[in-house]
Structure formats: structure tokens, C-alpha cells
């Protein structure tokens, strides 16, 4: 190869050597030999200097050869090797990428179902096209509009040297070279082979259900993707109080079987752990489905829903307001009754069937009978609400099935990214004190997460307006008093027991510190430590990973720097040139390339015959799960009669027309019509 420096390397050439920067610097992720980068071919090598030209290993050749063919215009692909006894090369042969002919085996098929697709066997996708893929795909831009934005860089779809099956090709061979071990999933198929439940949960989520999950809610949402499926959520609350997913499952209907299938299926995951509690809307399905498969969690139901049916079903502004005070008043069994009775008479509403029935299900919201049971603070499914909502800024309603987990999982990473955030916060940095009991405080703030330490201190401020007034000693513990200061008609009897306790009682004892009977682990900075992580995106992971985290980062500076170099004349050619002997120097220096390894037995393909569901094609307002197809052909119907199959114009029941000639009048009934024509009007004037 000629020097850079003697002048014989034109703009051409440069231009060459930069395009094949990306297949000639970089291997093919499927190679697996070790070879030497070949050098770049000057524009002046001529035909003979080619045939003289000698190569120590059947990569550099076909380098060389590719970068030949490539300067004059064509593409060229592997044909025949030859080897000897010893399994060593003899021959090498490279021809043309459109020469030869299709076997006439293939040709002559008689049973084929599809037209024959053209041979374009020289397509392939550099590492840096793969970088830049991957990072538009990681914002949800979808396969072809990235393809769009190559052809925009190259300056036309004719330049780009690979299709859109391919890039779905390289997806597909990522998305089999990430395992997750961890990973659940169960599905069930109706007629025709066609996916109509499916429930998934990877391993992260498993591990956040193993510390969280003694509280569980869930909800449906629609219009998230193209067949139309509602999309169930399982979630939850972690340690920094924010919103955790345990599962996911998409179901046909929201029938009671495909609540309880999922449920089923959702506890198999978890090896067994049921929830102690849930939260839902009160969907009757849902309600079912939970007795029958959580039957020892307690169902509570969702206290913004219950006010919104209040309203819809009694309408009175009074009993709305007297209802959330008797569903959220802290008070005992006995009060609760004499308030509803209360309520009921005052209203007039003790005949009316909704309210009957939601006195029969007083256990599931009423705070009186649900006290001493853990609910995480939440009394409402707004959090399944919120989440919704976020997972509508990440998936739309035209997206398939495997769109869809892409996308999910999008959103998924996005909370555990807020996650991994307030751990660090929590862990460096200490909160300034603000109470007047800084032993208490120091040690909550050492062991409770930041977001729930805020809140542990506006109890303690609580804690300093009682104090104990008596202590009385009993069989099971110790009788205390407690009086709010100033307040002498303000007492209460608490009966502690010792692996019980209250803030006042560490107040009142001149306890300094939080006894762990006190502490719940789930609200603790170490509250996953027990849990073995298996998360494998670091820096740490595979060689794979940090070299296309590499080309993606710089090939964004070099997109800047590209910006600026390409103004003027003279700076291009520079930089050009400057740039092509820096590639030139790193080769050299390199000598060789690392081949990253891909598991070729890996299929990304999967399903096993498993179609996707139907696509419901909607317009206007949604249509529900039935698909056009199977509606019909939508029929006319008459504005006159009301009946379908005809228009008004050819209804049988319509009057008869009436013809008349243009400009007649209606005669009045017993006068004779006059003629109105011009020659009568004319012998009218010649009588007169």
C-alpha cells in the first residue's frame, strides 16, 4: 500500500477507505477466525497488479477483494473453498455477488407457496450500524424509520447495504443472546393456533416480589396494542415507596377464568408466596378470582371507586360526604354501626339495593373492621392508575406482540432506573435533624430509606404532643395511659405488649434508639440485600456489549465533529486525509481484532407454531374484541322506514312521486288550471 504522505492517496480513495472504515476495521460479529486487517486499495492499482498480488490468509484476501470490488462499482461474495488432506486451504475462490445461477432443483419445485426471492447474498450490517440501531431502538423509534434514517445519511435506499429483514434479523439475534434464567412465562392458545393469554415475569421482578410483595394490586387497561387486549399489571410499592411491577399478562376477556388463570399461573411463578393482601376496584370478576385463589389475603377495595358509585348510583352530595367519614374514621366496630344506622336514616337510602350491598362488603373497606392489617398506606388503586398512564408513553395501540414486551420492558427499566436513583441517595448523605429527639431520629434516618425516613419524622413530631399519664401492669404486658398534652378529655388505654410498640412509649421510656420489633425490613435500606442479583447489563458484561457501548458513544462525537468539518472545502479534505492516516495507524497498531462471539444455536424465533392474536381494526370508537372480518359487510339502512338492506330513494313503503313541469303552481281545489304559455298571453292583447 502506498504511503499517505507521497501524495498518491486522492479524494477518492479517502472517500472509499472512510465507507469501508465500517466493514474493513471492524470483523463480522459471526467470524470467528483471528485475522489481520488487509490494506485499503489506492484507485491507480491496475488489473495486472492485481493478479500478482499475494496473501498470507484467506481473510486478508477477502478484504482486499471487497475493497476492490467496492472501488469499481460492484459487490463480491465467497464461492468455493478447497482443502487438502491436512484441512488446509488450497484454493479460495471470490466471484461476483450476482454471478452464477439458482440450482434447477429449486427452480422446478412444484409445490412452492410463495414467488421465488431474488439472491442478494452481500448484505450486512456493520458494528457501528448496529451501535446506531440499537440506540434508536433503546427511544422506541421503530425498525422502519430507522431504516429511513440510514438511507437519509448515505443519500438514498439504493446506498444502503442491507434491508429491513436484516436489521429484524439482528434484533432477533440479540433479543436470543440475552437469558434470563429467571425468566417466567405461560400462555394459552384457542382455535386456530392463535396466542390469546399470556403472563410473563423476569427475574428482577421475582426478586422485588420476594421483599415487597405482602401487598398486591392489580388493574386492566386497554388500547395498548393492535389486538385490542386488555393488559393486566401486578404491582406494588418498594422500599423508596414507588411503584414496582411483579408480572404483566395480557388475557382475551376479563372474564372470572382469565382472572383466575392469571392469578394461578402469577402464584406458580412465585413459588407458592401469596400476597396478605390486595387492592382492585371491585371489579366482581376480579373478586372472585381472589377468594378463590388468594382465599387467606384480605381484599380491600378501592376508596376512590366506592365514593365515584356512590355518587352514580344514591346522587346525594350528603350521603357522599357522610360516607367517606364513616368508610376512612378511625373509630371502633360498635361506633362505625351507630354512624351507618345514622347515615342510612338521615338519607333515606336504606331500601336502595347498591347500598345494601355495599353494607354487606363493609370488610373490605371499612377502616373499622380492617384495622391491624397492612396495606402499605395505600387505600386507593390510583398507583395502577399513574402506571397506566406512564405505560402510555411508552406503547401504542399499533404495536404487535413483540413490539409490545419491547416496549414494556422500556417502561419497566425506566422505574428501576428511579429506583437504582433513590438507593443512591438513601445510602450517601446524611438528612438534617429537626426534631427535638435526635437519638430516635439519627437511627431511623440510618436504617429507613429516605422517602419513608420524611415520613417516620412527622409521626415522631406527632409522638411530642402525648405523653403517658398512668402504667398499670397486666398478664399480658403493660396498661398505659396516654393523655394528648393539654388535653385532659383527650386519653387513650394501650395495651403494649413487648413486640409491640408505639413512638410515645420511646418518648415516655427515654428510649434512644428504634428496636428492631419496631422496624419493618421492607421500609429498610437493606431491604433486598437478602436477594441474589442477577442483573448482567454492566460494565462488567460481555466484551460485546462494551465494544458497541464504545462505537455508540463515539460514533455520536464523531457525528458532531462531522458537522463542523464538512463546511468548508479545505476543511474537508484535511480532516479527510487526516482521518484515513489515523485509521491507517490504529490498524496497524491493532494487528488484530477480537471476533465477538455470538451462540449461532440460538433462535430467536421461538412459539412453536403460535400464532399472533387477531388484529382488530378499529374506527372512530373502539370496537371490542370482535375483528372486522367477522362483523360482515356493514349494511344500509333506510332513513324512511328504519329497516336495513335498502335507502330511502328505493324504500317499498314510500309514497309515489308526484312529477310536474318546472315552474307549475299547486291550482287550489275547485278552480280550473290556466294555461300559461306566451302565445295565449299574445291573442289575450290582441282582444283587448
Known sequence: MPDPEDGLLNEETLFDMSM?????????????DIEPQAAQVPSHVSIEDVLKMEFFTPGEAREFYTSYSRLKGFAIRKCKRVKNAKGEIVSYTFVCNRQGFRHKKWLNKLDRKREHKPITRYRNMSDVEIAQMNSMREVGISIPKIYQSFAMQVGGFNLVRFTKQDMHNEVRKQRAARNDEKLFWRY????????????????????????????LAFDATYGRNKYNLPVIVLSRVNHHNQTCVFAAALVSYESQDSYKWVLQRFLECMWGKAPKAVITDGDPSMRLAIMYVFSDAHHRLCTWHLLRNATAHVSQPCFTQLFKQCMLADIEVDEFEIQWEAMVDECGVREIEWVMDLYRKKLSWATAYIRGRFFAGLRTTSRCESLHAKLGGFVESRYGILDFFTNFQRCVDFLRDKEEELDFRSFYGTPVLQTQFPEIERSAATLYTREIFYRFRESLKWAGRFYIADRQDCENGCCYVIQKYRRSESTWQVLHQPQNGTFQFLVGNDIGSLPETLVLKRWCKNAKNHVTSVRQVTETGDA????????????????????????????????????????????????LCVALYVNPHLNGEGGGGIQDPVRVRTKGTGRGNVSQVS?????????????????????????????????SQPVPEGCQAQPQGGHDIIETLNDQ
Open 631 to 663: 362483523k360482515g359487510p356493514k349494511k344500509r339502512k333506510c332513513s324512511a322506514c328504519g329497516k336495513l338492506g335498502h335507502r330511502r330513494t328505493r324504500c317499498p313503503s314510500a309514497p309515489a312521486p308526484q312529477h310536474r313541469c318546472r315552474g
Open 20 to 32: 469501508l472504515g465500517d466493514e474493513a476495521g471492524f470483523p463480522n460479529m459471526m467470524q470467528t
Open 544 to 591: 460485546a456489549s462494551r465494544y458497541r457501548s464504545r462505537v455508540g458513544v463515539f460514533l455520536d462525537q464523531c457525528k458532531r465533529f462531522a458537522k463542523v468539518a464538512c463546511l468548508r472545502d479545505e476543511d474537508y479534505k484535511v480532516f479527510s486525509e487526516k482521518m484515513a492516516r489515523d485509521t491507517i495507524i490504529l490498524e496497524v497498531k491493532n494487528g
Open 188 to 215: 394459552e392458545v384457542a382455535a386456530g393456533s392463535r396466542l390469546c393469554d399470556i403472563i410473563w415475569s423476569d427475574g428482577r421482578s421475582q426478586e422485588d416480589y420476594e421483599a415487597f410483595g405482602d401487598v
